[in-house]
């Protein structure tokens, strides 16, 4: 009986990043680098709401505000039934707020242990429920080779934000805490460098990853797009769209993606990814702690000096 009510305890979590945002002094250059990335930028009066092509889901919001760069708060999606025990730990914790200033009331707010605002929002689950799959491309014709001519190739546009990176001065406060009251788990970490979680209702093997530094900060917002090539072909379309920097082609240890990070314009990425690591709903990724030096990437260019620099902090 016991082990029969065990199997049907509800998780408690978080099933999705419902948005991302953030604040720069300007807008305008905001839309430029995302519209070049391409996704599909809508500008309203001073801010940027920020869409995958053919996707009603609405992943991200760049304010004006400020003179740098600033993570604002993070969004979470969660499930009505699980609302009020979320409700409850937050007023458990005393750490619940009204609001933000920009992001508004609606839903559950919080401070999390960093001091970023944090809102929980009944949402529709849009974290992939599956492993996503390539895009198909037909086999050539024989004959013909299968890459395009240069000045045939189609823009890339990335299919949906897969994670985000978080910087924080303490990761494994955070762990606990994501753990805790998100109910976020740790796929792979090291030491206390660097984590990343997942969603036990089914996600990306990291929906947040979390890493070091000396204050707060988004280090990079990870968009997937359906191919290796299409990760060549946007560190492409990036370089001739004037962000030269930044750090791959390659592929990830941990999570074993291929990525491309363009370096923004405030000295944070924008990754192309492809072919994440998944983990369904209710399977546990087994943990495991990864050597720094051997965790980060199986092959590409050498790490960038700057890859690791929080430009949040003043
Ligand atoms: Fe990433």
Redesign the pocket.
């Known amino acids: 009986m016991n082990t029969l009510l065990k199997s049907h305890k509800r998780t408690i979590a978080v099933h999705s990043i419902n948005k991302f945002a953030f604040s720069v002094p300007d807008v305008a250059i905001a839309s430029n680098f995302y519209r070049s990335f391409g996704l599909d930028v809508r500008e309203e009066n001073d801010r940027i709401d920020i869409y995958t092509f053919g996707h009603q889901h609405c992943w991200g919001t760049v304010y004006k505000g400020g003179d740098r760069k600033k993570l604002q708060y993070i969004s979470y999606g969660i499930y009505a039934e699980d609302e009020p025990e979320f409700k409850e730990k937050i007023n458990k914790l005393g750490i619940g707020i009204s609001g933000h200033v920009m992001g508004g009331s609606e839903g559950i707010w919080f401070s999390n242990p960093d001091g970023v605002a944090t809102q929980l929002l009944i949402a529709p689950k849009i974290s992939p429920s599956k492993k996503t799959t390539p895009d198909s491309a037909l086999p050539p014709e024989l004959g013909k080779g299968a890459a395009p001519s240069r000045s045939k190739v189609h823009k890339v546009q990335p299919r949906y934000l ?4 978080l910087f924080t001065p303490d990761v494994l406060r955070m762990v606990e805490f994501f753990n805790n009251v998100l109910g976020l788990k740790v796929a792979d970490y090291s030491a206390d460098i660097i984590a990343f979680t997942y969603t036990p209702h089914g996600s990306d093997h ?1 929906l947040v ?1 979390l890493a070091k530094s000396n204050g707060p900060g988004l280090h ?1 917002t ?1 968009w997937d797009v359906g191919s290796l090539n299409d990760v060549g072909v946007g560190s492409e379309q990036m370089r001739n769209a004037g962000s030269k920097k930044g750090w791959g082609v390659g592929r ?1 240890v941990i ?1 074993s ?1 291929y ?1 491309y ?1 363009v370096e923004d314009p405030w000295g944070s990425f924008a ?1 192309y ?1 492809f072919d ?1 690591d998944y983990v369904p709903a209710g399977f546990e990724w087994p943990a495991a702690d990864h050597v720094p030096e051997d965790s980060l990437y199986v092959w590409g260019p050498q790490l960038p000096e700057n890859f690791i620099s929080n430009t949040e902090i003043v």
């Open positions: 897969s994670h985000v990176l990291h990853a990079h990870s990830h999570g993606n990525f990070y990754e990814s994440i």
